[in-house]
């Protein structure tokens, strides 16, 4: 989903916009009936009376506050993701703590029930804004229609020694690891074994090449004493997308096996970082010869890392160079 954004509004499609009012029109006049009529709520669900109606009137000054600022944010939903997020916490929390209500203190069931369905029915269109608020705001937009072929891209793109990719590439067998953002504990883990992922390439008489997201130049706070690494910046993408590596989704950058390998990666020191390229792109591995790619590996989740072995399985030993196919 893509999104055209000038002078901070955003162009979003317009059932986001009307999920917001909606959901603005229907907290202010809950907010209007708690203040005004506070009992008239606990008689519809046939509950006992609340022995302090002011407190319910304060919750129902705070629900049409939230409904007047969900109006605010049905102009531009992208812009004003706080408002969308602080509305989806609310729905997550109202309906968890009714549930946990009504299973510890037996609170009655139509009550819960009420209550659950008027925070759930909100809960998957907020969730989706929200995830079109990620795409927007951490996303590097694509410069061009049609990715660059790859002639094109290894024609275009240098290498930190000044070489071009294709010329380095039709002088010597490369290596290509394109990164995720340098925040990102997955990337954080690739530098920290970049000593071993340099002798395999060495050992296939390869040469390792990094390709990343920052402009020219700012990537060596991050690489540190590696920063003699034979790299490519990219900060528009287009190299990305030229070797087929897009966008992820949803499931390939937060699912369970991304979040059980992130943390494990965590624990063992790689930490995380402040965002530092684009958050939705997807990383991935190639060996790449002659202009032509000869082996791929492009990441299925955002916690892949690159297998040289497995790269290389198949292609021929470094002692015969002749029969590398063309």
């Not at 729905?91 to 029930?113: D, N, Q, R």
């Not at 049609?146 to 067998?173: C, F, H, Q, W």
């Not at 990337?187 to 020219?216: F, N, Y």
Request: net charge neutral.
């Amino acid at each position: 989903m893509s999104f055209i954004c000038n002078t901070g509004h955003c162009d979003t499609p317009l059932w986001m916009r009307r999920v917001l009012l909606a959901a603005g029109l229907y907290h202010m006049a809950f907010g209007i009936m708690a203040i005004c009529w506070p009992h008239l709520w606990f008689d519809w669900i046939g509950a006992a009376r609340p022995n302090h109606p002011i407190l319910w009137q304060g919750v129902g000054l705070m629900i049409g506050v939230l409904g007047a600022c969900l109006l605010i944010a049905s102009k531009n939903p992208i812009h004003h993701w706080l408002i969308v997020l602080i509305g989806f916490c609310k729905f997550t929390l109202a309906a968890v703590g009714c549930g946990i209500a009504h299973v510890k203190f037996g609170v009655p069931l139509l009550s819960v029930g009420l209550f659950v369905i008027d925070d759930l029915i909100w809960w998957t269109p907020f969730a989706m804004i929200l995830w079109a608020c990620i795409r927007a705001h951490t996303g590097v937009p694509p410069t061009r229609e049609t990715p660059l072929s790859i002639p094109e891209a290894t024609r275009s793109y240098m290498l930190s020694n000044g070489l071009s990719l294709k010329e380095a590439s039709d002088s010597k067998v490369l290596v290509l690891v394109f990164l995720r953002h340098f925040g990102c504990t997955f990337t954080r883990q690739i530098l920290r074994g970049l000593e071993g992922i340099q002798k395999e390439a060495d050992a296939h008489g390869a040469e390792l090449v990094l390709v990343h997201m920052l402009q020219s130049g700012r990537e060596t706070e991050y690489l540190g004493e590696r920063s003699g690494v034979l790299r490519i910046a990219d900060p528009r993408c287009e190299l990305y997308r030229a070797f087929g590596l897009g966008k992820g989704g949803f499931l390939e950058l937060f699912g369970p096996h991304v979040w059980w390998r992130g943390t494990v990666s965590i624990f063992k020191g790689c930490g995380l970082g402040h965002l530092a390229g684009d958050g939705l792109q997807m990383p991935g591995a190639f060996v790449f010869h002659d202009g032509k790619i000869l082996s791929a590996q492009p990441a299925h989740s955002a916690s892949d890392l690159p297998d040289l072995p497995g790269l290389f399985q198949g292609l021929p030993a470094p002692s015969q160079p002749d029969s590398v196919p063309a």
